[in-house]
């Protein structure tokens, strides 16, 4: 079972640091608007961050084992925030931009797709919950020298 310990540490009145088992912490706050001081992550924007993380850490690897010769690496994460209570995400949609030399598309659209219906384990938390949309983009770059002594 995993753990994490969410504390209101005083520093605002919406103010919380969460610790991992692995110790690392993160700070979190609400908007001015929810009576907050802006001073950490919002819950949701944490959520988006976690599932960028996710399936990037799976995506990345999977297209190393492709021989993808992958140069960056960023996702833009998009979410539709539902206007009644609760505001929950209706849509979230995670765009992969990378960069590199010769990707496939088809590749890349293989590594994105194990990731997501495979995978990630925050992928397969938000199903049946949220429409999760997974695109990708890629920017050709000229090819990896390397130096030959």
């Known amino acids: 079972?995993?753990?994490?310990?969410?504390?209101?540490?005083?520093?605002?009145?919406?103010?919380?640091?969460?610790?991992?088992?692995?110790?690392?912490?993160?700070e979190m706050d609400a908007v001015k608007a929810g009576g907050g001081d802006e001073q950490g992550f919002s819950p949701k924007a944490l959520l988006l961050i976690a599932l960028g993380g996710c399936t990037a850490m799976d995506v990345l690897p999977?297209?190393?084992?492709?021989?993808?010769?992958?140069?960056?690496?960023?996702?833009?994460i998009k979410g539709d925030v539902h206007d009644g209570h609760p505001r929950k995400f209706d849509r979230i949609v995670v765009e992969h931009v990378l960069e590199g030399h010769n990707l496939s598309q088809e590749m890349v659209d293989k590594a994105i797709h194990l990731s997501h219906d495979k995978y990630c384990s925050v992928s397969a938390s938000l199903v049946g919950s949220v429409e999760v949309v997974m695109t990708?983009?890629?920017?050709?770059?000229?090819?990896?020298?390397?130096?030959?002594?």
């Open 1 to 26: 079972m995993m753990e994490t310990v969410v504390t209101w540490d005083k520093k605002g009145m919406m103010h919380f640091s969460a610790t991992a088992e692995s110790g690392h912490t993160v």
């Open 62 to 76: 999977i297209l190393r084992k492709m021989r993808q010769e992958v140069t960056n690496y960023r996702l833009e």
């Open 136 to 149: 990708s983009r890629l920017i050709e770059t000229a090819p990896t020298e390397v130096e030959v002594s």
